[in-house]
């Protein structure tokens, strides 16, 4: 069964960068489209970013300008940057596997991350 | 790109039947057959229950079913039972290899 785990600091000091990682186990990260999908409290979910096995990237075009996505396929993971946060970052973070970049099937989900921006 | 838009709330009785709408525009829902339905229990990750507008993923009970009519497109659950309470987000490609979520619309099982 696949399954995905995020990872990393759940406290990000704002003006700094958020850094995120997707481990994905009982499964390869080839062949596939992984997404990072976030949702502030209270609030609904909003699509980050998504890359492809071979490092193609997009983004949302509301966070294009401080988002980075990017795999690593030795290490069966890829990885979000969010830099410059503010509170309006503070959000529970999910990853999530889709099969292409206009099928939005996202069937598999990591329990998600939450991340605080506060000094 | 805009959030698509989703009501606040519905809510049913056990055994009736409820609809959630999903209206985005031609940009999105209404220019492909790319619409997704998710349930979010409180504390959970989202689960796929609709995917291509119509189709359901194995597991997911068969009262549930999409539809799509020009830029709405339409989650019902029927047969309403108290595990269905909920948050539901629809999902939409929106062109440019960007995918646009809705608002959430929270179900009650009253």
């Known amino acids: 069964q696949l399954q995905l785990q995020e990872s990393g600091p759940g406290l990000v000091k704002p003006s700094e960068t958020l850094s995120l990682t997707c481990t994905v186990s009982?499964?390869?990260?080839?062949?596939?489209?992984w997404g990072w999908i976030r949702q502030p409290p209270g609030k609904g979910l909003e699509w980050i970013g998504s890359i492809y096995y071979t490092g193609s990237t997009y983004y949302n075009p509301s966070l294009k300008s401080r988002v980075t996505v990017s795999v690593d396929t030795s290490k069966n993971q890829f990885s979000l940057r969010l830099n410059s946060v503010t509170a309006a970052d503070t959000a529970v973070y999910y990853c999530?596997?889709?099969?292409?970049?206009?099928?939005?099937?996202?069937?598999?989900w990591g329990q998600g991350t939450q991340v605080t921006v506060s000094s | 790109q805009s959030a698509l838009t989703q009501p606040r709330s519905v809510s049913g009785s056990p055994g009736q039947s409820v609809t959630i709408s999903c209206t985005g525009t031609?940009?999105?829902?209404?220019?492909?057959?790319?619409v997704s339905w998710y349930q979010q229990q409180p504390g959970k990750a989202p689960k796929l229950m609709i995917y291509d507008v119509s189709k359901r993923p194995s597991g997911v009970p068969n009262r549930f079913s999409g539809s799509k009519s020009g830029n709405t497109a339409s989650l019902t659950i029927s047969g309403l039972q108290a595990e269905d309470e909920a948050d539901y987000y629809c999902?939409?490609?929106?062109?440019?290899?960007?995918?646009?979520f809705g608002g959430g619309t929270k179900v009650t099982v009253l």
């Open positions: 031609s940009s999105d829902v209404g220019g492909y057959d790319y």
């Open positions: 999530a596997r889709h099969p292409s970049m206009t099928t939005v099937t996202l069937s598999y």
């Open positions: 999902c939409s490609y929106a062109g440019n290899y960007t995918l646009v």
């Open positions: 009982g499964g390869s990260i080839t062949s596939y489209y």
